[in-house]
């Protein structure tokens, strides 16, 4: 009876609770989390503005630092070398520069962001980024050895080329004539990591 009562109570006390509580209420105050402060000088090239989620990721296997995720299209493809400013609803930072590719997954990329004082990484989907040769070669041609997490972009997810895990979504232009030294290219990268 008494292990009756306990678990009764504890329904009534979950049941009767009031959907604001202290914890939520103070999470809403929370200031949003700070942008990393780039300090790179402004320079003659266009600035892309790049609108990311509020809150970083830490560790999970994509290096050093803080990782934003990208969450709206920017106005170009992103690449290599750019320069780009981070937006929230709220918050803007100074001027950064993808300086390059930390990490790649299946629908994912992940650049170093250069300009700030501790270690800063963007991850943006695919489709939204520009790969030089040698990256998009080896998404392509090892694009079921990359890792399947995250899943797409939402703005990606609901589409059926990107349903199938059993296909490769993405394409890229490739000259032919450049395949066999991008391919030795991976092997030298790959027998030189395995050599460690």
């Known amino acids: 009876m008494p292990a009756e009562r306990k678990k009764?109570?504890?329904?009534?006390?979950a049941e009767s609770s009031t959907p604001t509580t202290t914890r939520s209420i103070a999470a809403k105050m929370r200031q949003p989390y700070?942008?990393?402060p780039f300090s790179l000088p402004p320079t003659n090239e266009t600035t892309i503005d790049v609108r990311i989620l509020p809150l970083p990721i830490v560790g999970k296997g994509i290096g050093r630092g803080l990782t934003?995720?990208?969450?709206?299209r920017?106005?170009?493809q992103l690449r290599k070398g750019m320069s780009?400013?981070?937006c929230t609803d709220v918050q803007m930072s100074g001027l950064g520069r993808l300086s390059a590719i930390a990490d790649l997954r299946r629908h994912w990329v992940?650049?170093?962001v250069s300009g700030a004082d501790q270690p800063c990484n963007l991850r943006v989907p695919i489709p939204w980024a520009s790969l030089g040769d040698l990256e998009g070669y080896t998404h392509q041609?090892?694009?079921f050895n990359l890792a399947k997490l995250p899943p797409p972009h939402p703005s990606f997810a609901h589409r059926p080329a990107f349903q199938n895990e059993d296909e490769n979504p993405y394409e890229f232009d490739i000259e032919d004539e450049e395949i066999p030294s991008l391919s030795n290219r991976i092997a030298n990268i790959t027998n030189a990591q395995e050599g460690k």
């Open 84 to 86: 780009v400013r981070f």
């Open 8 to 13: 009764r109570s504890k329904r009534a006390a």
């Open 74 to 76: 920017p106005a170009e």
């Open 110 to 112: 992940t650049f170093l």
């Open 141 to 143: 041609h090892h694009y």
């Open 68 to 72: 934003w995720t990208l969450d709206k």
């Open 34 to 36: 700070p942008l990393p």
